[in-house]
C-alpha cells in the first residue's frame, strides 16, 4: 500500500488533494492501524505532511539558497526566496552563561540576552535558531516584535553594525525534540560568531533542515 502510494505522488495522481486516513482505509480495504502506519512511514521520509486534525497533504518544498562568503541575514535569505518568514519566540530573557561568554571574550558573570526561535519559511519550519549578545548592546531585542523583524535589523536602529563573522558548519542528526520542532531528522549545525568594530559581539547556533537549505560557493573569476 505504501509503494502503491509512492507511485501515485510520483505519477502526478495526488495534485489537488491528498487521502485522508479514512479514505486509505476503505480505498485499499485495510485497517485504520495499518493505514496510519503507511501514513507516518510517508511523513517520517517527508513526502506528506500532517497537523493534528487535518487531512495530510504533500510537502511541497521551497528552498532557501544561501551564498557562502557573505553575512547573511537568515531573514532577508527567506524573502529573496519569495517565501514569507516568520519566527515563533520560544525563549527571551537576561542571563549569565560562562560558555557563551568565553566565545564573547567575556567574564561569565556577564548578562547576555538570550533569544530562541523556531523559524519559518512559508508554513514550514526552517530553522530553531539561538542567539546570544551582551545585554549593554542588546536589550533593545527584549522590546522588539521578533516574530516578524530579524535581530540584525533590530540592531541596525540602535546603531549596531555587525560587520564581520566567521560560521562553522557541519551535517548533524536532530534530537527528538528537535525532530519534532523542524519536522525532519536531519541538517545543518551552524555556529556563529560576529563582530562589531573587532569586538565579538553575537553568538549564534542555527540547526536549519537539511532538506530546505542549500548553501552555495562561487569559485574564479
Not at 53 to 70: D, H, I, M, N
Not at 118 to 128: K, S, V
Request: hydrophobic share 40%; with cysteine.
Amino acid at each position: 500500500m505504501q509503494d502503491d502510494l509512492l507511485r501515485r505522488i510520483r505519477a502526478g495522481e495526488f495534485a489537488a488533494h491528498f487521502p485522508s486516513e479514512a479514505e486509505v482505509v476503505a480505498e485499499y480495504e485495510v485497517s485504520r492501524t495499518t493505514a496510519r502506519r503507511a501514513l507516518q512511514r510517508l511523513r517520517a521520509e517527508g513526502v506528506v505532511t500532517a497537523e493534528r486534525g487535518k487531512r495530510p497533504r504533500l510537502r511541497v518544498e521551497q528552498g532557501v539558497e544561501q551564498p557562502l562568503g557573505t553575512l547573511y541575514s537568515l531573514n532577508a535569505s527567506v524573502r529573496t526566496a519569495g517565501l514569507t518568514q516568520r519566527s515563533v519566540v520560544r525563549r527571551l530573557e537576561v542571563h549569565a552563561d560562562g560558555v557563551v561568554a568565553d566565545h564573547l571574550g567575556l567574564d561569565g558573570s556577564t548578562p547576555l540576552v538570550h533569544l530562541e526561535r523556531l523559524r519559518l519559511a512559508g508554513d514550514e519550519p526552517l530553522a530553531l535558531d539561538r542567539v546570544w549578545l551582551p545585554a549593554d548592546h542588546g536589550r533593545a531585542l527584549l522590546t522588539a516584535d521578533l516574530t516578524a523583524i530579524g535581530v540584525y535589523a533590530v540592531l541596525e536602529r540602535t546603531g549596531l553594525h555587525l560587520d564581520r563573522a566567521r560560521e562553522n558548519i557541519r551535517a548533524v542528526a536532530f534530537s527528538s525534540l528537535e525532530r519534532t520542532l523542524l519536522t525532519c531528522p536531519v541538517g545543518l549545525s551552524i555556529h556563529r560568531l560576529s563582530h562589531a568594530q573587532g569586538q565579538p559581539m553575537e553568538w549564534r547556533h542555527t540547526l536549519v533542515r537539511g532538506d530546505r537549505f542549500t548553501l552555495t560557493a562561487a569559485f574564479g573569476g
